[in-house]
């Protein structure tokens, strides 16, 4: 019977072998994207185009956020729907009174956001499915860093998904403070905005924000008598003072009256003439009773069932979390992008907050310039701006140049080259000269063959009579000098 003999072992030499290196760690997901707003939709289809494992997840079943759904894109689709049927840009021919449809419902402006707001979503849903990014419905907890739990919509389970990396891009809901009773019939927001039944006569508007001034211009656009209050002395702080005047000036024209500098003591239904309304008290004593009021004051970030107090995490009072210029949280392998951060909370810049995010999370390097972002404010009259405003580059020693100045520098510098073509032009030939002076011998010749025996001759181009005859009469001098 053969002996079995063990392999020899290698020699060490008496020296102890250094144990094997760890595998690395095999996650499901290389990010786990919570959140398919701007922000998050970005930065899914920015890993999947570095050829990185993707998943998001979406609390509803319809993927967009709050830009598609509730937000932006209904927001901007009732804008054209209300500039479209009041006929607002045809009034300048037609009149102040033409509209292209008489009685406008909120039906007619329904109608179109919705076809809209399908359209996106299928848009974005297969811009997701063609790049291999994974879809989940549920409601998201992070438990540590690498780690999140998943309870599934519509159906009982639940998971866990690992991941290198994750991405919080829940966006915001509608701050609603306690004491103001908010129905979504008198008393609404602008997520309850689309639910409403018909278009009020009156409105006021708490609260002089992005949101408050869009659909302040909107509703006013369409006849209803809105009033605007906002507490602070200004509308749009952020905003350059020479735009924001000329908001307020295109604002009033459209009968906007603006109460600025007052705080809403409190908000209440209350019994009006036309049926059921509203009565705003303000800190001054005024009251204002309209038919219904849009309550617009802020959003707070959706944080509150991502359970971050697990993993040490504090958002701030109003739900938005602190990042880095890199969108890193205090936890290195999570990121947090789109209006959950903060200003500006658009959807241009939070689309280029999750791709630098996403290129920062796989190491690839990227370029952007954050602070030159324009933004964009579409209500009716829209504005837009970017970079620094005039107040703040003059304290800091780098004065703009405001329109005025522009334009005349611009003339100053046509000037000069029309100044310097002239001078370097060549003078004329001689054969030039000639023709010139020819046709000239012809003009005269023509002329002289005309002043023949008639009381009326022709002069550089128009008829005079030899003692002062008028125009008017040019008829009977030519009937007289026989021409």
Not at 357 to 380: K, M, N, T, V
Request: net charge positive; charged share 25%.
């Amino acid at each position: 019977m053969a002996e079995i003999v063990a392999p020899a072992k290698p020699a060490t030499n008496g020296q102890p072998q250094p144990e094997p290196a760890p595998k690395p760690r095999r996650y499901d997901y290389d990010i786990v994207i919570i959140g398919s707003g701007p922000a998050g939709h970005r930065a899914a289809i920015q890993s999947a185009k570095l050829g990185k494992r993707v998943a998001v997840i979406e609390k509803k079943t319809l993927i967009g956020g709050v830009s598609v759904n509730t937000g932006t894109i209904p927001s901007k689709t009732l804008r054209e729907a209300v500039l479209h049927l009041s006929g607002f840009r045809q009034r300048s021919i037609y009149g102040a009174s033409y509209t292209v449809k008489e009685n406008i419902t909120m039906n007619d402006l329904l109608m179109r956001a919705d076809h809209v707001i399908r359209h996106e979503i299928e848009i974005n849903r297969h811009q997701l499915q063609r790049n291999g990014v994974q879809l989940f419905a549920g409601i998201a907890t992070i438990v540590n860093e690498h780690t999140v739990h998943l309870n599934f919509v519509g159906q009982k389970g639940e998971d866990e998904l690992t991941t290198r990396c994750i991405m919080i891009a829940v966006g915001t809901t509608v701050a609603k403070p306690p004491g103001i009773p908010i129905d979504g019939e008198t008393i609404f927001t602008s997520d309850g905005l689309l639910k409403l039944d018909h278009l009020p006569k009156t409105l006021t508007v708490v609260g002089g924000g992005v949101i408050g001034c869009e659909y302040a211009c909107m509703f006013a656009t369409l006849g209803t008598r809105v009033t605007l209050v906002e507490a602070g002395e200004r509308l749009l702080d952020f905003v350059d003072h020479e735009i924001v005047d000329a908001l307020v000036y295109h604002m009033r024209q459209q009968r906007v009256t603006l109460r600025l500098g007052e705080n809403v003591r409190s908000i209440e239904k209350a019994k009006t003439r036309f049926g059921a309304g509203v009565k705003t008290r303000l800190d001054s004593g005024k009251e204002i009773v309209t038919e219904m009021a849009l309550y617009a004051i802020g959003r707070q970030g959706a944080t509150a069932s991502l359970g971050l107090e697990n993993i040490g995490i504090a958002p701030d009072h109003r739900g938005r979390i602190a990042v880095n210029e890199h969108y890193q949280t205090e936890i290195p392998s999570i990121y947090a992008v789109g209006d959950v951060v903060g200003f500006p909370s658009l959807a241009s810049t939070s689309m280029e907050q999750g791709r630098m995010a996403a290129c920062h999370a796989f190491g690839i390097e990227h370029q952007s310039i954050p602070r030159a972002l324009p933004l964009w404010h579409l209500r009716h009259p829209g504005d837009q701006h970017g970079g620094r405003q005039r107040r703040g580059a003059d304290a800091g020693g780098h004065p703009l140049r405001d329109r005025q100045s522009l334009l005349q520098g611009d003339r100053a510098r046509a000037d000069h080259r029309r100044h310097h073509r002239h001078a370097q032009a060549d003078l004329p030939s001689r054969e030039s000269q000639a023709a010139g002076r020819a046709y000239h011998r012809r003009r005269r010749e023509r002329t002289d063959s005309h002043r023949a025996d008639g009381d009326g001759f022709w002069r550089r181009g128009r008829l005079f009579h030899q003692y002062g005859l008028q125009l008017s009469d040019a008829g009977r001098v030519l009937q007289d000098s026989g021409f």
